[in-house]
Protein backbone atom coordinates (compact mmCIF):
# COMPACT_ATOMS: atom_id res chain seq x y z
CA UNK A 1 0.00 0.00 0.00
CA UNK A 2 1.59 3.24 -1.10
CA UNK A 3 1.93 6.37 1.39
CA UNK A 4 -0.57 8.88 0.32
CA UNK A 5 -3.23 6.60 -1.17
CA UNK A 6 -3.80 4.27 1.56
CA UNK A 7 -3.86 7.37 4.16
CA UNK A 8 -7.17 8.54 2.24
CA UNK A 9 -8.89 5.48 1.04
CA UNK A 10 -9.97 4.43 4.93
CA UNK A 11 -11.50 7.86 5.29
CA UNK A 12 -13.01 8.24 2.27
CA UNK A 13 -14.97 5.05 3.39
CA UNK A 14 -15.70 6.53 6.28
CA UNK A 15 -16.87 9.53 5.60
CA UNK A 16 -20.35 8.37 3.93
CA UNK A 17 -21.44 6.83 7.35
CA UNK A 18 -19.81 9.93 9.49
CA UNK A 19 -22.12 12.13 7.83
CA UNK A 20 -24.97 10.66 8.19
CA UNK A 21 -24.45 10.50 12.10
CA UNK A 22 -23.43 13.61 11.93
CA UNK A 23 -26.62 15.39 10.07
CA UNK A 24 -28.81 12.99 11.96
CA UNK A 25 -27.30 12.32 14.99
CA UNK A 26 -24.93 15.02 15.93
CA UNK A 27 -26.58 18.04 14.24
CA UNK A 28 -30.20 17.37 16.24
CA UNK A 29 -28.24 17.49 19.69
CA UNK A 30 -26.80 20.58 19.06
CA UNK A 31 -30.28 22.15 17.91
CA UNK A 32 -31.45 20.25 21.12
CA UNK A 33 -28.75 22.17 23.18
CA UNK A 34 -29.47 25.69 21.45
CA UNK A 35 -33.64 24.96 21.80
CA UNK A 36 -33.16 24.23 25.51
CA UNK A 37 -32.04 27.77 26.64
CA UNK A 38 -35.05 29.19 25.10
CA UNK A 39 -38.70 29.67 25.18
CA UNK A 40 -40.43 27.74 22.17
CA UNK A 41 -44.28 26.63 21.68
CA UNK A 42 -45.59 25.09 18.71
CA UNK A 43 -48.82 25.62 19.78
CA UNK A 44 -48.66 29.56 19.85
CA UNK A 45 -45.31 30.14 16.89
CA UNK A 46 -46.45 33.90 16.72
CA UNK A 47 -44.75 34.55 20.83
CA UNK A 48 -41.43 33.73 18.50
CA UNK A 49 -38.32 31.92 19.84
CA UNK A 50 -36.88 33.80 22.67
CA UNK A 51 -33.81 33.30 24.74
CA UNK A 52 -34.32 32.66 28.22
CA UNK A 53 -31.33 30.92 29.40
CA UNK A 54 -31.29 28.22 32.54
CA UNK A 55 -35.31 29.22 32.74
CA UNK A 56 -36.24 25.88 31.32
CA UNK A 57 -33.89 23.65 33.20
CA UNK A 58 -34.85 25.86 36.48
CA UNK A 59 -38.44 25.09 35.94
CA UNK A 60 -37.73 21.41 35.23
CA UNK A 61 -36.02 20.34 37.87
CA UNK A 62 -38.60 22.28 40.50
CA UNK A 63 -42.31 22.62 39.35
CA UNK A 64 -42.09 20.43 36.11
CA UNK A 65 -45.20 22.30 35.19
CA UNK A 66 -46.84 21.57 32.79
CA UNK A 67 -46.30 17.87 33.43
CA UNK A 68 -47.54 17.79 36.61
CA UNK A 69 -44.30 15.84 38.54
CA UNK A 70 -40.75 17.17 38.63
CA UNK A 71 -37.48 15.93 37.31
CA UNK A 72 -36.69 14.59 40.49
CA UNK A 73 -39.97 12.70 41.16
CA UNK A 74 -39.85 11.83 37.63
CA UNK A 75 -36.19 10.59 37.83
CA UNK A 76 -37.44 8.23 41.40
CA UNK A 77 -40.27 6.54 39.72
CA UNK A 78 -37.67 5.60 36.46
CA UNK A 79 -35.52 4.30 39.37
CA UNK A 80 -37.90 2.37 40.69
CA UNK A 81 -38.91 1.00 37.29
CA UNK A 82 -35.30 0.37 36.48
CA UNK A 83 -34.24 -1.10 39.60
CA UNK A 84 -37.68 -3.71 39.73
CA UNK A 85 -37.10 -4.77 35.81
CA UNK A 86 -33.52 -5.32 36.33
CA UNK A 87 -34.21 -7.04 39.46
CA UNK A 88 -36.96 -9.58 37.83
CA UNK A 89 -35.06 -9.86 34.32
CA UNK A 90 -31.86 -10.86 35.65
CA UNK A 91 -33.20 -13.13 38.49
CA UNK A 92 -36.00 -15.34 36.41
CA UNK A 93 -33.14 -15.42 33.55
CA UNK A 94 -30.50 -16.72 35.78
CA UNK A 95 -32.72 -19.30 37.12
CA UNK A 96 -33.83 -20.53 33.83
CA UNK A 97 -30.46 -20.27 32.62
CA UNK A 98 -29.23 -22.70 35.44
CA UNK A 99 -32.20 -25.26 34.89
CA UNK A 100 -31.59 -24.93 31.02
CA UNK A 101 -27.22 -25.20 31.43
CA UNK A 102 -27.56 -28.94 32.63
CA UNK A 103 -27.27 -31.78 30.12
CA UNK A 104 -31.41 -32.39 29.17
CA UNK A 105 -31.56 -29.17 26.67
CA UNK A 106 -31.43 -31.11 23.73
CA UNK A 107 -34.48 -31.46 22.10
CA UNK A 108 -35.71 -28.79 23.53
CA UNK A 109 -34.43 -26.33 20.84
CA UNK A 110 -37.95 -25.13 18.97
CA UNK A 111 -39.10 -23.90 21.91
CA UNK A 112 -35.91 -22.10 23.36
CA UNK A 113 -36.45 -20.22 19.83
CA UNK A 114 -39.93 -19.84 20.70
CA UNK A 115 -39.17 -17.87 24.14
CA UNK A 116 -36.98 -15.70 22.06
CA UNK A 117 -39.89 -14.16 20.11
CA UNK A 118 -40.64 -11.90 22.81
CA UNK A 119 -37.76 -9.79 23.50
CA UNK A 120 -37.39 -9.41 19.24
CA UNK A 121 -41.54 -8.58 19.25
CA UNK A 122 -42.40 -4.85 19.08
CA UNK A 123 -42.52 -3.54 22.49
CA UNK A 124 -45.60 -1.85 21.38
CA UNK A 125 -47.25 -5.21 20.56
CA UNK A 126 -45.88 -7.02 23.77
CA UNK A 127 -48.01 -3.54 25.48
CA UNK A 128 -51.18 -4.40 23.93
CA UNK A 129 -50.74 -7.89 24.85
CA UNK A 130 -50.26 -7.41 28.48
CA UNK A 131 -53.09 -4.59 28.44
CA UNK A 132 -55.40 -7.09 27.61
CA UNK A 133 -54.22 -9.78 30.27
CA UNK A 134 -54.49 -6.23 32.71
CA UNK A 135 -58.00 -5.92 31.80
CA UNK A 136 -60.49 -5.89 35.21
CA UNK A 137 -63.34 -8.02 34.34
CA UNK A 138 -62.08 -10.16 31.63
CA UNK A 139 -58.41 -10.19 31.90
CA UNK A 140 -56.76 -13.70 31.96
CA UNK A 141 -54.74 -12.34 35.11
CA UNK A 142 -57.52 -11.94 37.07
CA UNK A 143 -59.00 -14.96 35.88
CA UNK A 144 -56.51 -17.41 37.01
CA UNK A 145 -56.51 -15.42 40.43
CA UNK A 146 -59.65 -15.44 41.27
CA UNK A 147 -59.81 -19.51 40.45
CA UNK A 148 -57.29 -19.43 42.89
CA UNK A 149 -58.89 -17.67 45.34
CA UNK A 150 -57.19 -14.89 45.21
CA UNK A 151 -58.83 -11.12 45.28
CA UNK A 152 -57.99 -9.45 41.40
CA UNK A 153 -56.17 -6.21 41.78
CA UNK A 154 -57.19 -3.34 39.46
CA UNK A 155 -54.07 -3.77 37.53
CA UNK A 156 -54.09 -0.40 36.18
CA UNK A 157 -56.05 2.14 38.44
CA UNK A 158 -53.99 1.68 41.01
CA UNK A 159 -50.56 3.46 41.45
CA UNK A 160 -48.56 0.68 42.80
CA UNK A 161 -50.32 -2.08 40.70
CA UNK A 162 -49.84 0.09 37.53
CA UNK A 163 -46.23 0.22 38.01
CA UNK A 164 -45.86 -3.40 38.84
CA UNK A 165 -47.86 -4.03 35.92
CA UNK A 166 -45.22 -1.95 34.11
CA UNK A 167 -42.50 -3.63 35.66
CA UNK A 168 -44.10 -7.40 34.65
CA UNK A 169 -44.57 -6.80 31.37
CA UNK A 170 -40.58 -5.45 30.83
CA UNK A 171 -39.73 -8.45 32.93
CA UNK A 172 -41.33 -10.92 30.59
CA UNK A 173 -40.44 -9.17 27.21
CA UNK A 174 -36.71 -9.43 28.17
CA UNK A 175 -36.38 -12.63 30.24
CA UNK A 176 -34.88 -14.19 27.32
CA UNK A 177 -32.54 -11.95 26.65
CA UNK A 178 -30.61 -11.93 30.11
CA UNK A 179 -31.50 -15.81 30.24
CA UNK A 180 -29.82 -16.49 26.83
CA UNK A 181 -26.53 -14.29 27.84
CA UNK A 182 -26.28 -16.05 30.64
CA UNK A 183 -26.72 -19.02 29.34
CA UNK A 184 -24.46 -18.87 26.98
CA UNK A 185 -21.88 -17.56 29.88
CA UNK A 186 -22.40 -20.81 31.47
CA UNK A 187 -21.83 -22.32 28.86
CA UNK A 188 -18.68 -21.40 28.19
CA UNK A 189 -17.36 -22.61 31.65
CA UNK A 190 -14.79 -24.85 30.82
CA UNK A 191 -15.89 -28.71 31.92
CA UNK A 192 -12.53 -29.06 34.06
CA UNK A 193 -13.53 -26.04 35.83
CA UNK A 194 -16.59 -28.46 37.62
CA UNK A 195 -14.82 -31.47 37.65
CA UNK A 196 -11.99 -30.47 39.81
CA UNK A 197 -14.77 -28.71 42.10
CA UNK A 198 -16.02 -32.04 42.11
CA UNK A 199 -13.00 -33.60 43.31
CA UNK A 200 -12.39 -30.82 46.04
CA UNK A 201 -15.64 -31.89 46.97
CA UNK A 202 -17.30 -28.55 46.61
CA UNK A 203 -21.03 -28.13 47.75
CA UNK A 204 -23.54 -26.54 45.25
CA UNK A 205 -23.20 -23.20 46.82
CA UNK A 206 -19.24 -23.01 46.72
CA UNK A 207 -19.58 -24.27 43.06
CA UNK A 208 -21.71 -21.75 42.58
CA UNK A 209 -19.92 -18.79 44.69
CA UNK A 210 -16.42 -19.71 43.18
CA UNK A 211 -16.81 -20.93 40.37
CA UNK A 212 -20.16 -20.02 38.31
CA UNK A 213 -20.47 -15.97 39.66
CA UNK A 214 -16.80 -15.58 38.31
CA UNK A 215 -17.13 -16.74 34.86
CA UNK A 216 -21.04 -14.39 34.31
CA UNK A 217 -20.17 -11.91 36.18
CA UNK A 218 -18.94 -9.68 33.07
CA UNK A 219 -22.24 -11.54 31.10
CA UNK A 220 -23.95 -9.81 34.27
CA UNK A 221 -22.63 -6.29 33.59
CA UNK A 222 -23.29 -6.26 30.07
CA UNK A 223 -27.27 -7.16 30.47
CA UNK A 224 -27.70 -4.53 33.47
CA UNK A 225 -25.86 -1.52 31.31
CA UNK A 226 -27.61 -2.11 28.24
CA UNK A 227 -31.14 -2.98 29.76
CA UNK A 228 -30.35 0.14 31.61
CA UNK A 229 -29.50 2.31 28.80
CA UNK A 230 -32.60 0.96 26.89
CA UNK A 231 -35.16 1.30 29.70
CA UNK A 232 -34.46 5.11 30.56
CA UNK A 233 -34.14 5.96 27.00
CA UNK A 234 -37.41 4.01 25.90
CA UNK A 235 -41.00 4.70 26.54
CA UNK A 236 -42.99 2.12 24.61
CA UNK A 237 -44.41 -0.11 27.12
CA UNK A 238 -45.44 2.78 29.76
CA UNK A 239 -46.98 4.53 26.35
CA UNK A 240 -48.70 1.73 25.81
CA UNK A 241 -49.89 0.12 28.80
CA UNK A 242 -50.56 3.35 31.41
CA UNK A 243 -49.69 5.97 29.28
CA UNK A 244 -48.23 7.40 32.90
CA UNK A 245 -51.08 6.93 35.19
CA UNK A 246 -53.52 7.16 36.58
CA UNK A 247 -52.92 10.64 37.37
CA UNK A 248 -48.47 10.62 37.36
CA UNK A 249 -47.88 7.42 38.77
CA UNK A 250 -46.13 5.80 36.08
CA UNK A 251 -44.73 8.61 34.32
CA UNK A 252 -41.25 7.73 33.72
CA UNK A 253 -38.59 9.91 32.00
CA UNK A 254 -38.73 9.31 28.46
CA UNK A 255 -42.80 9.39 28.78
CA UNK A 256 -42.25 12.66 30.22
CA UNK A 257 -40.07 14.30 27.41
CA UNK A 258 -42.41 12.60 24.71
CA UNK A 259 -45.70 14.68 26.40
CA UNK A 260 -43.47 18.15 27.03
CA UNK A 261 -42.68 17.94 23.14
CA UNK A 262 -45.57 16.37 21.20
CA UNK A 263 -48.52 16.86 23.47
CA UNK A 264 -47.59 20.18 25.40
CA UNK A 265 -45.76 21.49 22.35
CA UNK A 266 -43.11 23.04 24.62
CA UNK A 267 -39.93 22.39 22.75
CA UNK A 268 -37.54 24.42 24.46
CA UNK A 269 -38.69 22.65 27.53
CA UNK A 270 -38.29 18.88 25.65
CA UNK A 271 -35.17 19.96 25.14
CA UNK A 272 -33.84 20.91 28.29
CA UNK A 273 -35.56 17.65 29.78
CA UNK A 274 -33.89 15.25 27.26
CA UNK A 275 -30.72 16.92 28.11
CA UNK A 276 -30.69 16.17 31.64
CA UNK A 277 -31.82 12.55 30.32
CA UNK A 278 -28.25 12.45 28.30
CA UNK A 279 -26.45 13.16 30.99
CA UNK A 280 -27.71 10.08 33.23
CA UNK A 281 -27.52 7.90 29.90
CA UNK A 282 -23.91 8.92 29.20
CA UNK A 283 -23.44 7.43 32.53
CA UNK A 284 -24.23 3.69 31.75
CA UNK A 285 -23.00 4.33 27.97
CA UNK A 286 -19.71 4.95 29.12
CA UNK A 287 -19.56 2.55 31.70
CA UNK A 288 -20.80 -0.08 29.14
CA UNK A 289 -18.14 0.95 26.72
CA UNK A 290 -15.31 0.62 29.14
CA UNK A 291 -17.21 -3.63 29.49
CA UNK A 292 -16.66 -3.65 26.01
CA UNK A 293 -12.96 -2.53 25.90
CA UNK A 294 -12.25 -4.74 28.90
CA UNK A 295 -14.09 -8.23 27.40
CA UNK A 296 -12.52 -11.25 28.41
CA UNK A 297 -11.12 -13.89 26.39
CA UNK A 298 -13.63 -15.94 26.52
CA UNK A 299 -16.81 -14.33 26.62
CA UNK B 1 -29.04 -49.85 39.20
CA UNK B 2 -30.23 -48.09 41.91
CA UNK B 3 -28.47 -45.19 40.84
CA UNK B 4 -29.54 -45.35 37.27
CA UNK B 5 -32.83 -45.27 38.28
CA UNK B 6 -32.57 -42.36 40.81
CA UNK B 7 -30.71 -40.78 37.94
CA UNK B 8 -34.71 -41.02 35.27
CA UNK B 9 -36.21 -40.09 37.88
CA UNK B 10 -34.13 -36.67 37.96
CA UNK B 11 -34.48 -36.59 34.50
CA UNK B 12 -38.13 -36.58 34.21
CA UNK B 13 -38.49 -33.99 36.79
CA UNK B 14 -36.53 -31.79 35.62
CA UNK B 15 -37.84 -31.88 32.10
CA UNK B 16 -41.34 -31.62 33.27
CA UNK B 17 -39.99 -28.94 34.95
CA UNK B 18 -38.69 -27.32 31.58
CA UNK B 19 -42.15 -27.80 30.14
CA UNK B 20 -44.20 -26.36 33.14
CA UNK B 21 -41.69 -23.41 32.64
CA UNK B 22 -42.26 -23.17 28.62
CA UNK B 23 -46.09 -23.25 29.28
CA UNK B 24 -46.12 -20.74 31.70
CA UNK B 25 -44.11 -18.28 29.94
CA UNK B 26 -45.46 -18.72 26.34
CA UNK B 27 -48.78 -18.82 28.12
CA UNK B 28 -49.37 -14.69 26.81
CA UNK B 29 -49.24 -15.00 23.33
CA UNK B 30 -51.23 -18.42 23.29
CA UNK B 31 -53.62 -16.53 25.36
CA UNK B 32 -53.84 -13.71 22.49
CA UNK B 33 -53.45 -16.61 19.54
CA UNK B 34 -57.05 -17.87 21.16
CA UNK B 35 -58.10 -14.35 21.03
CA UNK B 36 -57.32 -13.57 17.45
CA UNK B 37 -59.99 -16.40 16.57
CA UNK B 38 -62.51 -15.24 18.75
CA UNK B 39 -66.00 -14.14 18.26
CA UNK B 40 -66.15 -10.54 19.23
CA UNK B 41 -68.92 -11.20 21.73
CA UNK B 42 -66.76 -13.51 23.84
CA UNK B 43 -63.68 -11.88 23.73
CA UNK B 44 -65.17 -9.85 26.43
CA UNK B 45 -66.94 -12.66 28.84
CA UNK B 46 -65.89 -12.96 32.23
CA UNK B 47 -65.02 -15.58 33.09
CA UNK B 48 -63.13 -16.24 29.90
CA UNK B 49 -64.35 -18.87 27.58
CA UNK B 50 -62.14 -21.63 25.86
CA UNK B 51 -63.85 -23.36 23.88
CA UNK B 52 -65.74 -22.19 20.79
CA UNK B 53 -65.98 -22.27 16.81
CA UNK B 54 -62.68 -20.17 15.38
CA UNK B 55 -63.40 -17.09 13.11
CA UNK B 56 -61.04 -15.25 10.63
CA UNK B 57 -63.49 -12.71 11.39
CA UNK B 58 -60.58 -10.30 12.47
CA UNK B 59 -58.56 -11.13 10.39
CA UNK B 60 -60.62 -9.45 7.61
CA UNK B 61 -61.78 -6.56 9.69
CA UNK B 62 -58.00 -5.50 10.30
CA UNK B 63 -58.42 -4.05 6.66
CA UNK B 64 -62.12 -3.01 6.73
CA UNK B 65 -62.31 -1.27 9.56
CA UNK B 66 -57.95 -0.61 10.56
CA UNK B 67 -56.64 -0.22 7.09
CA UNK B 68 -53.62 -2.61 9.00
CA UNK B 69 -52.47 -4.12 5.66
CA UNK B 70 -51.53 -1.08 4.33
CA UNK B 71 -49.46 -0.30 7.49
CA UNK B 72 -47.45 -3.52 7.00
CA UNK B 73 -46.81 -2.55 3.71
CA UNK B 74 -45.93 0.95 4.63
CA UNK B 75 -43.20 -1.00 7.83
CA UNK B 76 -41.84 -3.36 5.06
CA UNK B 77 -41.01 -0.33 2.61
CA UNK B 78 -39.54 1.62 5.78
CA UNK B 79 -37.70 -1.15 7.16
CA UNK B 80 -36.07 -2.36 4.16
CA UNK B 81 -34.73 0.94 2.81
CA UNK B 82 -33.64 1.51 6.39
CA UNK B 83 -32.08 -2.04 6.21
CA UNK B 84 -30.60 -1.64 2.91
CA UNK B 85 -28.83 1.66 4.08
CA UNK B 86 -27.32 0.36 7.10
CA UNK B 87 -26.36 -2.91 6.07
CA UNK B 88 -24.37 -0.98 2.93
CA UNK B 89 -22.86 1.72 4.41
CA UNK B 90 -22.32 -0.54 7.19
CA UNK B 91 -20.44 -2.92 5.55
CA UNK B 92 -18.32 -0.05 3.81
CA UNK B 93 -17.46 1.18 6.74
CA UNK B 94 -16.67 -1.76 8.73
CA UNK B 95 -14.21 -2.62 5.87
CA UNK B 96 -12.50 0.67 6.55
CA UNK B 97 -12.69 0.00 10.08
CA UNK B 98 -11.19 -3.53 10.66
CA UNK B 99 -8.62 -3.33 7.82
CA UNK B 100 -7.06 0.12 7.80
CA UNK B 101 -4.68 2.16 9.79
CA UNK B 102 -5.55 5.59 10.37
CA UNK B 103 -6.16 8.29 13.42
CA UNK B 104 -8.40 7.14 15.63
CA UNK B 105 -8.85 4.23 15.13
CA UNK B 106 -9.72 2.86 18.89
CA UNK B 107 -12.01 6.25 19.36
CA UNK B 108 -14.08 6.07 16.29
CA UNK B 109 -15.71 2.63 16.34
CA UNK B 110 -17.13 3.68 19.63
CA UNK B 111 -18.16 7.01 18.65
CA UNK B 112 -19.88 4.89 15.99
CA UNK B 113 -21.52 2.53 18.48
CA UNK B 114 -22.42 5.58 20.87
CA UNK B 115 -24.72 7.04 18.28
CA UNK B 116 -26.81 3.86 19.02
CA UNK B 117 -27.34 4.80 22.36
CA UNK B 118 -28.86 8.47 21.64
CA UNK B 119 -32.34 8.74 23.31
CA UNK B 120 -35.06 9.27 20.51
CA UNK B 121 -36.29 12.75 22.29
CA UNK B 122 -33.28 14.34 22.31
CA UNK B 123 -32.59 13.89 18.26
CA UNK B 124 -36.03 13.44 17.10
CA UNK B 125 -37.30 16.54 18.52
CA UNK B 126 -34.93 18.88 16.49
CA UNK B 127 -35.36 16.43 13.42
CA UNK B 128 -39.30 16.84 12.93
CA UNK B 129 -38.35 20.59 12.95
CA UNK B 130 -35.66 19.61 10.52
CA UNK B 131 -38.12 18.09 8.53
CA UNK B 132 -41.27 20.12 8.76
CA UNK B 133 -39.06 22.62 7.01
CA UNK B 134 -38.65 20.77 3.80
CA UNK B 135 -42.12 19.10 3.97
CA UNK B 136 -40.66 15.94 5.25
CA UNK B 137 -43.11 15.29 7.80
CA UNK B 138 -45.36 12.32 6.62
CA UNK B 139 -42.96 10.85 4.06
CA UNK B 140 -40.89 7.50 3.72
CA UNK B 141 -37.73 8.90 2.85
CA UNK B 142 -38.16 10.89 6.86
CA UNK B 143 -38.98 7.92 8.73
CA UNK B 144 -36.26 5.61 6.61
CA UNK B 145 -33.44 8.53 7.62
CA UNK B 146 -34.37 8.86 11.40
CA UNK B 147 -34.67 5.19 11.61
CA UNK B 148 -30.82 4.93 11.27
CA UNK B 149 -29.83 6.49 14.06
CA UNK B 150 -30.17 3.58 16.22
CA UNK B 151 -29.87 0.81 13.23
CA UNK B 152 -26.92 1.90 11.03
CA UNK B 153 -24.26 1.83 14.33
CA UNK B 154 -25.38 -1.18 15.26
CA UNK B 155 -24.78 -2.44 11.78
CA UNK B 156 -21.39 -0.70 11.64
CA UNK B 157 -20.84 -2.05 15.16
CA UNK B 158 -21.82 -6.01 14.30
CA UNK B 159 -20.30 -5.88 11.41
CA UNK B 160 -16.97 -4.38 12.58
CA UNK B 161 -17.25 -7.28 15.15
CA UNK B 162 -17.55 -9.88 12.02
CA UNK B 163 -15.12 -9.11 9.85
CA UNK B 164 -11.86 -8.64 13.04
CA UNK B 165 -13.18 -12.70 13.20
CA UNK B 166 -11.94 -13.13 9.69
CA UNK B 167 -8.30 -13.93 9.93
CA UNK B 168 -5.88 -11.30 8.07
CA UNK B 169 -3.81 -14.06 6.44
CA UNK B 170 -6.98 -14.97 3.84
CA UNK B 171 -6.29 -10.98 2.76
CA UNK B 172 -2.62 -11.64 2.41
CA UNK B 173 -2.94 -14.82 0.54
CA UNK B 174 -5.17 -12.53 -1.97
CA UNK B 175 -3.13 -9.65 -2.02
CA UNK B 176 -0.09 -12.08 -3.02
CA UNK B 177 -2.20 -13.16 -5.85
CA UNK B 178 -2.64 -9.53 -7.08
CA UNK B 179 -5.78 -8.32 -5.62
CA UNK B 180 -5.86 -5.03 -4.71
CA UNK B 181 -7.70 -3.63 -1.53
CA UNK B 182 -11.44 -3.23 -2.51
CA UNK B 183 -10.83 -7.32 -4.57
CA UNK B 184 -10.20 -8.55 -0.90
CA UNK B 185 -13.42 -6.88 0.08
CA UNK B 186 -15.46 -7.73 -2.34
CA UNK B 187 -13.63 -11.40 -3.55
CA UNK B 188 -12.79 -12.74 0.09
CA UNK B 189 -14.62 -11.17 2.72
CA UNK B 190 -18.14 -10.61 1.33
CA UNK B 191 -18.73 -14.79 0.80
CA UNK B 192 -17.14 -15.74 3.95
CA UNK B 193 -19.05 -12.55 5.51
CA UNK B 194 -22.21 -13.84 3.65
CA UNK B 195 -24.06 -15.48 6.93
CA UNK B 196 -22.99 -12.99 9.30
CA UNK B 197 -24.31 -10.03 6.87
CA UNK B 198 -27.30 -11.64 6.25
CA UNK B 199 -28.08 -12.03 10.49
CA UNK B 200 -26.85 -8.00 10.49
CA UNK B 201 -30.02 -7.38 8.17
CA UNK B 202 -32.32 -9.68 10.01
CA UNK B 203 -31.40 -7.60 13.19
CA UNK B 204 -31.32 -4.28 11.07
CA UNK B 205 -34.97 -5.06 9.74
CA UNK B 206 -36.44 -6.10 13.20
CA UNK B 207 -34.76 -2.78 15.35
CA UNK B 208 -36.47 -0.59 12.38
CA UNK B 209 -39.84 -2.87 12.58
CA UNK B 210 -40.18 -2.50 16.25
CA UNK B 211 -39.16 1.80 15.96
CA UNK B 212 -41.85 3.49 17.39
CA UNK B 213 -41.34 6.70 19.11
CA UNK B 214 -39.79 7.88 15.77
CA UNK B 215 -42.75 7.51 13.10
CA UNK B 216 -44.80 8.46 16.12
CA UNK B 217 -43.42 11.42 15.94
CA UNK B 218 -42.55 11.87 12.35
CA UNK B 219 -45.95 10.20 10.24
CA UNK B 220 -49.18 11.16 10.30
CA UNK B 221 -51.69 9.35 7.88
CA UNK B 222 -50.13 7.92 4.98
CA UNK B 223 -46.69 6.14 5.86
CA UNK B 224 -47.81 5.07 9.73
CA UNK B 225 -46.24 1.73 10.09
CA UNK B 226 -47.58 -1.16 11.84
CA UNK B 227 -45.86 0.00 15.87
CA UNK B 228 -47.76 3.19 15.47
CA UNK B 229 -50.95 1.69 14.09
CA UNK B 230 -50.77 -0.87 17.50
CA UNK B 231 -51.10 2.68 19.41
CA UNK B 232 -54.35 3.35 17.57
CA UNK B 233 -56.17 0.33 18.43
CA UNK B 234 -57.03 2.13 21.98
CA UNK B 235 -57.41 5.66 20.67
CA UNK B 236 -60.94 4.70 19.64
CA UNK B 237 -64.34 4.58 21.98
CA UNK B 238 -64.33 0.71 22.52
CA UNK B 239 -60.99 -0.79 22.50
CA UNK B 240 -60.45 -3.84 19.42
CA UNK B 241 -59.30 -6.36 21.31
CA UNK B 242 -59.97 -9.19 18.47
CA UNK B 243 -58.13 -6.82 15.61
CA UNK B 244 -55.49 -6.31 18.40
CA UNK B 245 -54.98 -9.91 19.04
CA UNK B 246 -55.36 -10.77 15.30
CA UNK B 247 -52.79 -7.97 14.34
CA UNK B 248 -50.09 -9.52 16.85
CA UNK B 249 -50.51 -12.81 15.06
CA UNK B 250 -49.47 -11.08 11.83
CA UNK B 251 -46.49 -9.88 13.53
CA UNK B 252 -45.61 -12.88 15.09
CA UNK B 253 -45.70 -15.31 13.02
CA UNK B 254 -42.94 -13.56 10.19
CA UNK B 255 -40.88 -12.64 13.23
CA UNK B 256 -40.81 -16.82 14.18
CA UNK B 257 -39.73 -17.53 10.79
CA UNK B 258 -36.82 -14.48 10.95
CA UNK B 259 -35.90 -16.25 14.31
CA UNK B 260 -35.29 -19.74 13.12
CA UNK B 261 -32.95 -17.94 10.92
CA UNK B 262 -31.31 -15.54 13.59
CA UNK B 263 -31.19 -18.21 16.66
CA UNK B 264 -27.48 -18.86 17.03
CA UNK B 265 -26.59 -15.79 16.56
CA UNK B 266 -29.14 -14.04 19.21
CA UNK B 267 -26.98 -13.41 21.81
CA UNK B 268 -24.10 -11.54 19.83
CA UNK B 269 -26.70 -9.34 18.45
CA UNK B 270 -28.35 -8.47 21.40
CA UNK B 271 -25.46 -7.14 23.25
CA UNK B 272 -23.71 -5.97 20.60
CA UNK B 273 -20.51 -8.73 20.38
CA UNK B 274 -20.43 -7.86 23.86
CA UNK B 275 -20.83 -11.35 24.55
CA UNK B 276 -20.46 -14.21 21.86
CA UNK B 277 -23.07 -16.94 22.13
Known sequence: MSGERSKKLPWLMLVPAIAVLLVLGVFPLIYSAWLSLHSYSLLDPSRGINYVGGENFLNTLTSGHPLGISFPKSLWLTLIYLGGCLAGEVGIGLLAAMLFSGEHRRGLRSLRILMMTPMLLAPVVVGNIWRYMYQYSFGLLNFLLRTVGLPAPEWLAKPTWAMISLIMADVWEWIPFSFLVLLAAILSI??????????????????????MLPWIKHAFLVIILIRGIDLIRVMDLPYVITYGGPAVSTSVLPFNAYMLGFRYFEIGHAAAYAYLMLALINVFVILFINVLRRRPENA | MHKEWKNRVIRIVLVLGYVFFFAVYLFPLAWVGLTAVKPTELIMSSPPVFRF????????????????????????????????????????????????????????????????????????????????????????????????????????????GFLNDIPRELDDAARVDGCGNLMVLWKILLPIAAPSIAVTAIFAFIFSWNEFFIPLVLTRSRVVPVTVAFAGFKQQFRFDWGGMSAAAMVCLVPLFLMVTVLHKHVVRGMTLGAVKG
Open chain 1, 190 to 211: PQDQWEAANIDGAGAWQRFRYI
Open chain 2, 53 to 160: QPIFEHFIRLQTEWKFYGRVLNSLIISSGTTFISVGLGIVTAFALSRYNFRGKTFIPIWFLSNRFLPAVAVVLPLFLMFQKFRLVDTYIAVILANLIPTLPFSIWLLY
